[in-house]
């Protein structure tokens, strides 16, 4: 050992005078630590190699097949050819008006004169009476459906009134109607008025009527307006004042040259059998009223 070493760096023995005793104690003290050093290294090897070993558990993964999307051919549809759509008819902004129906013929019915017939009935019954032969009456007028209007200056009640559009319909069995009023019956002051809608001259009026009796006058007159009153000089008396004695009548009218739009068949007088009462009044009634051109 070198100068002031206490132990030997081979055996381990302790210097000559140094605290540890002889020199075999320190050689055997490292024996013994060694070989228990050993023993325990062997002891934990044995105790290793006892356990069981078990396999690291194994991480399965399972993956979804995925199919590919099977490509599919696109469809051209072919464009369907629709039929051609008829378009509806187009409405006329003018109303049409129908023609009137026929007139049927009324069979005239011939009245035995009386010996006590006085020179005026003479006159009316030929004013009243159809003249010439069966050809030579011309056609009516043809009017429109709304032609007719009934002429009432002095405000009567309008429910006293029928339809006037029925009086030139063509059908006999209807006809336009006026109350006659119980206070003043058997005087009327009403008519049945007809709008040519132009200028038209005009030979003769012919009604057809269910209550003969009645005193009526024809008159005429031109304009944008019906005159208001009776009385007005607007209206031109085309006949003189004639009792109806027949269920049909022609009355010949004056002025034949000259035209005029609105002719009116105005009533004064009712029949006694259409007087009636205050409790059921009467009427007359005037089943059809054609106009005939001059020829």
């Not at 002095?154 to 339809?163: C, I, M």
């Amino acid at each position: 050992m070198a100068p002031g070493q206490d132990w030997c760096l081979h055996c381990g023995a302790a210097a000559p005078g140094t605290v540890g005793g002889s020199g075999w104690r320190p050689a055997a003290s490292i024996l013994a630590v060694t070989a228990v050093l050993v023993l325990g290294a062997a002891a934990a090897g044995i105790a290793a190699l006892g356990k069981k070993s078990h396999p690291a558990p194994v991480l399965t993964t399972t993956v979804a097949a995925v199919t590919p999307p099977v490509a599919t051919t696109p469809t051209v549809s072919t464009p369907t050819t629709l039929a051609p759509v008829t378009p509806p008819p187009k409405i006329p902004l003018k109303a049409i008006t129908p023609a009137p129906a026929a007139t049927t013929p009324v069979a005239t019915t011939t009245t035995p004169k009386t010996t006590t017939t006085t020179e005026t009935a003479k006159k009316e019954e030929a004013s009243t009476t159809k003249t010439g032969g069966a050809g030579s009456e011309p056609e009516p007028i043809l009017l429109d459906t709304n032609a007719a209007q009934t002429y009432n200056p002095y405000n009567y009640p309008a429910a006293g009134f029928g339809d006037p559009s029925l009086a030139i319909d063509g059908d006999t069995s209807t006809g336009w109607t006026a109350q006659v009023n119980p206070a003043s019956a058997p005087r009327m002051a009403e008519g049945l008025l007809v709008d040519l809608k132009t200028s038209q001259k005009i030979s003769a009026v012919k009604l057809l009527t269910s209550t003969p009796g009645m005193v009526v006058q024809v008159y005429g007159a031109n304009g944008s307006t019906i005159p208001g009153s009776i009385t007005e000089k607007a209206w031109v008396p085309l006949s003189r004042s004639l009792t109806i004695k027949k269920h049909q009548a022609r009355i010949g009218l004056r002025n034949q040259k000259k035209s005029y739009r609105y002719v009116v068949l105005w009533i004064s007088r009712a029949p006694e059998s259409a007087v009636g009462t205050a409790e059921a009044p009467g009427h007359v009634t005037v089943e059809e009223l054609e106009l005939f051109p001059t020829g």
